[in-house]
């Protein structure tokens, strides 16, 4: 079975400097995978997805994450945070019935 | 935004009575979703749909029916709410097999007393 772990639950970086959100999978086959973002009292916005094309995928405003199967992660990166980012990040592993396995969040806190 | 709206936004209710969320779409999706979200668990599925009438249960559907009698609507109904099913509840839509899009609505938050 398809399960997805974030190893942070919350992650605090000062404005300006490199995010790095976790995130492992487990898949009995090739995974696809997904990066949500949930701003406060918002609704949720694909940020990004990977689908076994490039193993570095990018996504809306600067972010991207990349596939590494050897080490069964799809960590999300950005060069620079912006007070703009601060939010909730869920990583996603589609399953073979098509559903999506949500991993449990990482609030993203952004310092001035 | 893609055409999915859910309804009510908010809710209050009391132990014990029926409630029925409405996700409503304009894309002509196949495959419509009801998660709910809690802190610490992300999103979970209730039931989906995968046409007219063809309905699923997912991890979490106890307390919980849903029906889908056209295209554009899925109704998720919680028959004597309980506090536990106190959260947010999230739609969502998605076109074919294969196609990796989803489309969340806005959500419902739903406080049960």
């Known amino acids: 079975a398809q399960s997805v772990t974030q190893l942070d639950s919350h992650v605090s970086v000062s404005e300006g400097t490199p995010v790095l959100l976790r995130c492992n999978y487990s898949?009995?086959?090739?995974?696809?995978l997904f990066w949500y973002v949930q701003h406060p009292n918002k609704g949720l916005q694909l940020l990004l997805k990977?689908?076994?094309?490039a193993t570095l995928v990018k996504g809306i405003n600067g972010f991207e994450a990349e596939f590494k199967k050897s080490e069964t992660s799809f960590h999300l990166t950005k060069p620079s945070a912006h007070m703009s980012d601060a939010a909730e990040y869920f990583c996603v592993v589609r399953d073979s019935n098509y559903q999506l396995i949500w991993g449990a969040g990482t609030k993203l806190i952004i310092k001035p | 935004d893609a055409g999915i709206t859910q309804s009510p936004r908010h809710k209050v209710t009391e132990t014990g009575t029926p409630v029925t969320l409405r996700c409503h779409q304009t894309e002509n999706h196949r495959y419509m979703y009801w998660y709910r979200q809690d802190p610490g668990h992300g999103l979970r599925l209730i039931h989906y749909?995968?046409?007219?009438?063809?309905?699923d249960k997912g991890e979490v559907s106890d307390g919980y029916s849903v029906s889908r009698s056209k295209t554009e609507d899925f109704l998720l109904t919680l028959e004597s709410a309980t506090s536990s099913q106190t959260s947010v509840y999230f739609c969502?839509?998605?076109?074919?097999?294969?196609?990796?899009?989803?489309?969340f609505g806005s959500g419902t938050r739903l406080t049960v007393v």
């Open positions: 749909s995968y046409g007219v009438k063809d309905t």
């Open positions: 969502a839509i998605r076109g074919a097999l294969g196609d990796y899009g989803y489309t």
């Open positions: 990977y689908t076994s094309a």
């Open positions: 898949s009995s086959y090739s995974p696809s």
